[in-house]
Structures are given as C-alpha cells and as structure tokens.
C-alpha cells in the first residue's frame, strides 16, 4: 500500500494526470477539486471531510484546481486480486469522483494516523488495512470480478500451528500478512479469513497480543529495561510500546513491572 499526503495545490493551469497502480483518495477537511476527462470541460466537485475519490487507471483526466488537503491511497494488485479469490490480471475498478463509503473512510483514517505517528505499529498493520481496504473496493466497485468465496471452516491444527511457530521466530521482526499467507499455502485474504474464524481475531490483533504476552513475561525479571523489552518484542520505539501495553494493559510497563515486583516480594516473605 502506498500512502501520499497532498496539500491544496494554488496551480489553476489544468494538467493530465495518469496513475498507472490502483489508487483513491480520501478528502481530509472541506474543499473542492477540477475534474474532466477534457481539458476544456472540467466540472467543480464540492468534498468534506471523509469523502472519497476512485481514480480512474492507465486512462487519465484533467484536473484544474485542488483546493483540499486529501490522501491518496495506492492499492496493489496482489491485494485486489486475492480479495477476488485468485482472479488473474487486473481487477477493474468502477472510477467515482466522489462517493462515501464509511467502512472504507475509517480504514483510511487509520492509515493517516499511523502515518502521522511515524508508522510505529510495523507492516503487518498496513497489510491488514490493504487487504480489509482491498475487499471492500472489489465488492462495492469492481466492474468483473469472481465472487468472494465463504469459507465456514477455520485453520486446521498442523497450519494453525505453523502460523504460530513462525509468529514466535519473528517476533522481533517485522512479520507481514504475506509472510503468514505464504508459510500455509493460501492466499492473504483467505488466510485473514480462515485465521479470524480459527482463532478470533484478525492476525493483526493476534501477533499485537502475542507480543504484550512476552512482553508481560520479559518485564517480570527485575533487570529489564523497558526498552529492551519493547525491541525484544517488535516495537520501534519505547513511547509507542508503552502506549500500546497501557491500551491493552491497562497499566504502563513501569507501573506493571513495580507492581509485578512487589507482588513477588511479598509472596517471598510470607
């Protein structure tokens, strides 16, 4: 997935724009934007806030003035064809200046903030937001695609096991969702799919609580540092790390690891 923030632009000179990859855009304040399929026959499209915008591919449009802060979203063609369960080549996509969809706007959201903050939540996060993202446009816009198949049963056991064995030897890592697809012979969205039914949770959420359990666990010897703690279990930084564990937690790694402390010291003497 490929995220690019976009300021108002001031040039009023229309110019041809072409993308080649699958992309969309989400309005982030109230503005408005010039589009046309001709130079000389642009129409004013009015935006809040969370509107979206489904870029037309490989043909290219006009556009005049951009007057809204927007992000644009780049969709890769492995996510659009695994949510079509295995269509080959491209997955077309109905182009749509201007539409809501709130599912998808909520996603989108997500990617902004953890952009702002410096990607700290790592590539299995953006490859699960690609994937969910990838699914709603093929269902909602795709001109032709293969319907999506229901799978009612989950991971077998030796699979489900050889997910977890290698969540566990990369914990430190960064895992992505293709990695996890791959080491099961299945493809990144039929692997969410049968994942969540086999264990609850999106892999994502999975791995997240895989790694406060350890996390839980290295804090418990009295010479660990919480940095060392929050590298040993994938966090980028100490600051994203402790927030994250309070969210789950509900108490920070220093207030868990003082507690955890006293409460041994206290076994210890009765």
């Not at 992309?23 to 642009?42: C, D, H, T, V, Y």
């Not at 999506?148 to 430190?172: C, D, F, N, P, S």
């Not at 994203?240 to 790694?253: G, K, Y």
Request: hydrophobic fraction near 45%; proline fraction near 4%; charged fraction near 25%.
């Amino acid at each position: 997935m490929k995220l690019e923030f976009f300021p108002p632009d001031p040039e009023t000179e229309p110019r041809h724009w072409v993308r080649h990859d699958q992309a969309f855009a989400m309005m982030l304040q109230p503005g408005s934007i010039e589009w046309g399929s001709k130079r000389s026959a642009l129409e004013k499209f009015a935006y809040t806030a969370g509107d979206l915008a489904l870029c037309d591919r490989h043909v290219g449009e006009w556009v005049g003035l951009v007057n809204v802060n927007h992000l644009q979203i780049g969709i890769s063609d492995a996510a659009l064809m695994a949510s079509s369960d295995g269509a080959y080549g491209e997955v077309e996509l109905r182009a749509s200046r201007k539409f809501a969809d709130a599912r998808l706007s909520a996603m989108v959201a997500a990617a902004h903030a953890e952009m702002a903050a410096g990607f700290p939540s790592g590539r299995l996060f953006l490859d699960s937001l690609e994937q969910a993202m990838a699914v709603t446009l093929v269902n909602g816009h795709a001109v032709r695609h293969r319907p999506v198949q229901v799978y009612r049963g989950g991971l077998g056991t030796v699979r489900l096991q050889r997910v977890k064995e290698l969540i566990h030897a990369k914990m430190q890592g960064d895992l992505s969702l293709e990695e996890m697809a791959q080491s099961v012979g299945l493809s990144t969205a039929h692997f969410a799919r049968m994942f969540r039914k086999s264990t609850g949770e999106t892999p994502h959420q999975f791995v997240l609580r895989q790694r406060l359990e350890r996390a839980k666990s290295m804090l418990g010897a009295p010479d660990a540092r919480v940095l060392d703690v929050a590298l040993a279990c994938g966090f980028k930084t100490q600051q994203h790390f402790a927030e994250v564990f309070r969210n789950f937690w509900r108490v920070s790694p220093t207030q868990y690891r003082r507690e955890f402390a006293g409460s041994e010291a206290t076994s210890a003497s009765e």
